[in-house]
């Protein structure tokens, strides 16, 4: 929406309103306008919703969306998991404008099912090699010293069921389970230096509080690196759905070891590899051998508009809009094709650019009514450049699940309508 037109709206309701006041003091009666076509609510009618006073404060105690963006959910592929216990939902990125994910659309992933926690009952144990085993509760750790950051959270499932073939015509269930959230808790070296690392402190096991107990174990040097225990999600308390009432938050790695429901907090010398405190994610590569400690989310980035579920309606200008992240630290820029990588052009990153956080990239683009391919192409501040699929392939073959982190191809025909597609 151009300035302009907002512009242009406001002094219409305004004036509006005023008039409103005039007839109210006048004792007139407001009912619905007769027969008021749509047309009417359009330039140079008076819009119905400026005919009536609205609604006053506290009518939704926690507010909510407007009714017209009903479709702007999460959803699921039912056929993707046996039960919607052990699932995922995905987040609806073609609707979503900005980095930040709206705390009802932040994508779910549960291993057995969302537990829903009463924070009176809930308490962090932390044990192990430590010199002073503590037991805290939710008024306990939200008296730490405290920060807030904006991080992404990926499943390394995202993207999984495109490494043989594109089969999903969607950003949201091609991209969708990646969310983005500014998050407020303690910094877990905070916890660590309260109980007081053993000097054979080399792993910590993370568990979760559902009925799957979901456990990770981390390398302690990225516990005392940037590892948060996180008690906000976008200025207030944790969703049920993001493990209310504390999750950890372990940025830039696979959403995974990102546990929710966070209960306990054991330190170790050695990794745990026994049934109950499992301790990684597997895949298994070309050569019959598996791969692991795959635990970083390498440099990746989609064009979130145009995209399939936003097709693109008349030759004209637009503006491509999209995102980027990488685990390893900050986007340092972000190129845009039109055909399918023979040209690249550089995309405006848009502040914040920050730390293994979504960034946004814009470009405009001239769309002349002919076929073309959209891709984006990130490179983070390593200098890692995202590979495309049949670049990963090679390395990895076809069988693997998580970590595709490849170049997404949005096909445009000349009737607008985008599609999925994978190159060479
Ligand atoms: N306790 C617990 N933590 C968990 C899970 C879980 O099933 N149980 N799922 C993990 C997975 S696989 C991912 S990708 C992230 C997803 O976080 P979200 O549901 O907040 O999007 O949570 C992780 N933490
Ligand atoms: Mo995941």
């Known amino acids: 929406m151009s300035g302009p037109i907002r512009q242009g709206h406001w002094h219409k309701s305004r004036r509006s309103i005023l008039r409103i006041g005039a007839a109210m003091a006048g004792g007139a009666v407001l009912g619905p306008a007769a027969g008021a076509a749509e047309m009417e609510n359009s330039p140079p009618g008076e819009p119905d919703w400026t005919k009536a006073i609205g609604a006053g404060v506290v009518d939704r105690p926690y507010g909510r969306p407007a009714e017209f963006e009903k479709d702007v959910i999460r959803r699921n592929v039912p056929w993707l998991t046996a039960t919607p216990e052990s699932s995922v939902s995905f987040t609806p990125l073609q609707s979503l404008d900005g980095i930040i994910t709206p705390n009802g659309l932040f994508f779910e992933r549960y291993h057995a099912g969302r537990a829903d926690v009463d924070p009176h009952q809930h308490r962090l144990l932390i044990h192990g090699l430590v010199e002073r085993p503590l037991v805290l509760t939710m008024d306990d750790i939200m008296r730490f010293p405290s920060v807030s950051r904006i991080h992404f959270i990926e499943c390394p499932a995202n993207g999984g069921m495109e490494w043989r073939e594109a089969q999903l015509n969607s950003l949201q269930f091609t991209h969708g389970m990646l969310s983005c959230a500014e998050w407020t808790g303690v910094k877990l070296s905070t916890l660590l230096d309260e109980v007081g690392l053993k000097k054979e402190a080399k792993w910590v096991m993370v568990e979760g509080a559902d009925a799957a107990r979901m456990n990770r174990s981390l390398p302690l040097e990225k516990c005392l690196d940037d590892c948060l225990v996180v008690y906000g999600q976008n200025g207030e308390a944790l969703r049920p759905e993001q493990g209310y009432p504390l999750r950890l938050l372990v940025p830039g790695w696979e959403g995974n070891v990102s546990v929710k429901w966070l209960r306990r907090i054991k330190i170790g010398d050695e990794p745990w590899f026994s049934r109950e405190e499992t301790s990684k994610y597997t895949e298994l590569m070309p050569d019959g051998k598996a791969r692991g ?132």
């Not at 980035?301 to 995209?307: A, D, F, G, K, L």
């Not at 340092?332 to 055909?339: G, I, L, N, R, Y």
């Not at 470009?363 to 002919?370: E, L, S, T, V, Y």
Request: proline share 8%; hydrophobic share 35%; net charge positive.
């Open 293 to 424: 400690f795959t635990w970083v989310n390498e440099a990746k980035s989609v064009i979130t508009s145009p995209c399939p579920e936003k097709p693109v309606a008349a030759p004209g200008l637009y503006e491509v809009r999209g995102l980027a992240w990488s685990g390893h630290g900050k986007v340092k820029a972000v190129d845009v094709s039109f055909d399918g990588g023979v040209n690249w052009h550089s995309a405006q990153l848009q502040e914040p650019i920050l730390s293994k956080a979504l960034t946004r990239f814009t470009i405009p683009w001239r769309w002349d009514g002919q076929p073309a391919l959209l891709e984006s192409r990130v490179v983070d501040e390593t200098g890692y450049v995202q590979p495309t699929i049949a670049e990963l392939r090679k390395v990895r073959g076809k069988n693997p699940i998580y970590h595709n982190n490849s170049i997404q191809t949005w096909q445009i025909k000349p009737d607008g309508k985008v599609f999925d597609v994978q190159l060479g």
